[in-house]
């Protein structure tokens, strides 16, 4: 037998040629089985890292030498008779991008294979395993191995089992395993299965005879149970949810997933009320490269009689947007029920609920050059049961218009053309059609220290009406002149100590539009706008097509910031302005001519105290009024912190002189953890006016090691759409508790939508 002894070598083999053993440096890196593996903000492996045990080898194979096979150990025995290479003490083995230690391995040349004997480490991309003994053949990447642990770096996952075998380099077999994206050391969930398939390739495991453990306790056993290791979907069962509220009782529902095709799915939900029976549900949602939309639909027989709706209740909602090419933009949105009362018994958030109005739209925009064309239909089902039939939005069968806007940078002018033709359809109000011209011209003459801009604007609108008393084509051409300037004024000054440039801002703006009768137009799409401070300085005081105010008025108002220095940040900006009429207003749409000399005082103030809290106040005081001078107000106050620690609280009061839009409420809401583990959370919502609670939610949720949490929540809440018609009316109640377990998913009803339309500032994704 012929045999050589080598000591504290590294070999270089080349196994496509005659036996010959080349020396060479390779680099080590200090790594262990969960080196580099984050497992989540604030949670770290339970076993330390030992630098001097494991050697993990770089990657130093050269492209285009896919053959070569490096070797290292502390000796080795060569046996050229038997074609066996022994290495002997830290022995390492690589070959492209699969590693092999172990304290001894026999390599044979013939058929390829590598036989391990204790303290293995296997790493291949995405995947490194632990074991006692194995043997891996190289060129097929199979083998097997003993009393393993294995870890899934990318998709921070691991998992033990008595035996391994690797099928190929992205898939692998477990024998009685378990598996887990718990940190090492904690199993505070985990599946344990009689055999594991984990497929890094299609990001999927398979798991037969699975059992889902919470801790040491047994909670859900599936002959077979499919779960994913990475972000991509397959078709199967998804984790089921369940909740309870005082209208529907116990809720349960378990999805199913249809992955269909690469760009489209869809999922499959039976909803099970037990005060109102079966619901059956369906979403199918694509994506193309040009397009993008979902498709969804409920359908119950409901166990509740009532006179509002019938036995048979369903719902169906379709969202479609699309670029066929660069410019041109589509939009499809329709939404319907089948009764007004659908949304809220069934609907899963307070914004929901509260809707009045459900919209549907088809939408073409197409934007070349300086040219912008905008067609819509729009159409809408009222499902607010206090609303007049009167009281109905238009609908906009079609609405065409034509923009063009052309910026000449060398005279600092401009010049826009809007046109618009709209048809207006409703049941019972006058319906027509209306056109409207608005050219105009602009002038911008523009200094660091301030600005004059003048603009002239023609504004032509012309009816075609429908079975009318009145005059069937009303017509009225009405100019507008307006004037704005403004002032910089800065100074050198310091907020807290650090260095800041303060502001003062002056500005006047002008406006002049001769009155003009509007008399006989009717009103299609027109509201008078909410004077805030933004509003002083718009050139017509009405929003929609059917009004041009005429005017002679002086807007006057004043801003002035805090900018931080070093930051650029702006840390207080405070902001006060007034109107002032030199002629009565006579274009109104209701009522008769307002007289007053000015208009009310708007004040705004927001601040930035620091890097976590935030402050608002806005104010609208009238001074020229005997009784409720301060007609609309808000302050709120805001706290966020890096750790997503939430606080807000404000006020919130309007009285326009009518006690159905009278609002004075105050809100308090907070979300709050607690270390690493206990979150609080919790939403206050009480009307002052009419002496209730609107929303009332209080939650309490644990996170454990990173790998799950578990969040309680009862809501009691009530829809502000419906209290004005009975003010004794029954608050909803609903209890809701949803478990996630990190890479597999969520038990129990997702919290998510409650939580953001209750808490200010919350963010699932975060």
Not at 707 to 728: F, G, K, R
Request: aromatic residues 12%.
């Amino acid at each position: 037998m012929s045999r050589l002894s080598l000591t504290q070598l590294t070999i270089l083999y080349l196994c496509c040629a005659s036996p010959s053993l080349i020396a060479e440096n390779l680099t080590e890196q200090n790594q262990r089985l969960d080196l580099g593996i984050d497992w989540g903000y604030g949670c770290t492996s339970a076993e330390p890292v030992d630098s001097g045990t494991r050697k993990i080898l770089a990657p130093i194979i050269p492209q285009g030498r896919p053959g070569f096979i490096y070797l290292e150990a502390d000796n080795a025995e060569l046996d050229q008779q038997q074609d066996e290479l022994r290495l002997n003490g830290d022995s390492a083995l690589r070959k492209s991008d699969t590693y092999l230690e172990a304290d001894q391995i026999i390599y044979h040349r013939q058929p390829g294979n590598a036989v391990l004997h204790d303290d293995i480490y296997l790493e291949q991309p995405g995947i490194r395993l632990t074991a006692d003994q194995g043997q891996f053949e190289l060129a097929s990447d199979h083998g097997w191995l003993s009393n393993v642990e294995f870890r899934l770096p990318e998709h921070k996952a691991r998992g033990n089992a008595q035996r391994a075998e690797m099928l190929s380099k992205s898939k692998s077999r477990y024998t009685d395993a378990s598996f887990t994206t718990c940190p090492p050391g904690y199993s505070d969930w985990s599946i344990g299965a009689s055999e594991l398939e984990i497929d890094q390739e299609t990001g999927w495991g398979d798991a037969y005879h699975a059992v889902l453990r919470l801790g040491s306790l047994p909670v859900l056993y599936s002959p077979y149970f499919t779960f994913p290791v990475d972000d991509r979907r397959k078709s199967g069962l998804l984790l089921p949810s369940w909740g309870s509220s005082r209208d529907l009782g116990t809720e349960f529902s378990i999805p199913y997933y249809l992955n269909l095709a690469p760009d489209y799915d869809a999922t499959i939900t039976p909803r099970w009320m037990s005060r109102r029976g079966l619901m059956l549900g369906g979403e199918v949602r694509f994506l193309t490269e040009h397009q993008r939309g979902a498709l969804s639909g409920e359908l119950l027989n409901d166990k509740v009689e009532s006179d509002e709706h019938d036995s048979r209740r369903s719902a169906f909602k379709l969202h479609h947007t699309s670029q066929p090419f660069k410019g041109l933009n589509t939009r499809i949105d329709y939404t319907e029920v089948s009764d007004k009362e659908y949304l809220d018994d069934f609907s899963t958030g307070l914004e929901t609920s509260s809707t009045r109005h459900l919209e549907r739209i088809a939408e073409v925009n197409y934007l070349t050059g300086d040219w912008r064309l905008n067609g819509r239909l729009q159409d809408f089902q009222t499902v607010d049961k206090s609303l007049a039939t009167i009281s109905y939005p238009y609908s906009l069968l079609p609405r065409l218009s034509l923009g063009y806007n052309k910026l000449f940078e060398r005279f600092n002018s401009d010049v826009k053309i809007d046109s618009e033709y709209t048809y207006f359809e409703h049941d019972t109000k006058p319906t027509g059609q209306r056109l409207r011209l608005m050219p105009s011209a602009g002038l911008k003459l523009s200094r660091p220290w301030g600005y004059l801009a003048p603009r002239l604007t023609l504004n032509h609108v012309a009816y075609q009406l429908d079975e009318t008393d009145t005059e069937q084509s009303p017509s009225f051409t009405a100019p507008t002149l307006s004037l704005d300037s403004g002032l910089v004024f800065e100074r050198d000054s310091s907020w807290f100590g650090n260095a800041a440039t303060q502001t003062l801002e002056p500005r006047l703006y002008y406006l002049y539009a001769p009155f003009e009768d509007q008399i006989d137009a009717p009103d299609f799409d027109t509201a008078d706008l909410e004077l805030s401070f933004a509003n002083l300085f718009k050139d017509n005081r009405f929003s929609g097509g059917d009004r041009v105010g005429d005017a002679n008025q002086l807007a006057l108002g004043i801003t002035s910031r805090w900018l931080e220095n070093d930051t650029g940040l702006e840390r207080l900006r405070a902001s006060i302005g007034q109107i002032f009429y030199y002629w009565d207003r006579e274009v109104q749409l209701t009522g008769d001519t307002q007289e007053q000399s000015s208009s009310a005082i708007v004040a705004e103030l927001s601040s930035r105290l620091s890097t976590n809290w935030r402050s608002s106040l806005n104010l609208r005081w009238d001074p020229q009024q005997d009784e409720k001078q301060i007609d609309k107000g808000r302050i709120g106050i805001h706290y966020r912190s890096p750790e997503q620690q939430l606080f807000n609280v404000s006020y919130n009061y309007s009285d326009q002189g009518n006690d159905k839009t009278k609002i004075e409420d105050i809100d308090l809401s907070f979300y709050w953890q607690f270390g690493h583990s206990y979150t609080l959370l919790g939403d206050w919502k009480h009307s002052l006016f009419h002496k209730r609670d609107l929303n009332r939610v209080v939650g309490l949720g644990y996170s454990g090691r990173c790998c799950w949490s578990l969040t309680a929540v009862y809501q009691q809440y009530i829809n502000e759409t419906d209290l004005d018609e009975n003010i004794d009316q029954e608050a909803d109640t609903r209890f809701m508790l949803q478990l996630e377990l990190r890479g597999l998913g969520f038990l129990g009803r997702d919290i998510r939508q409650t939580l953001k339309d209750s808490i200010y500032g919350y963010r699932p994704e975060q």
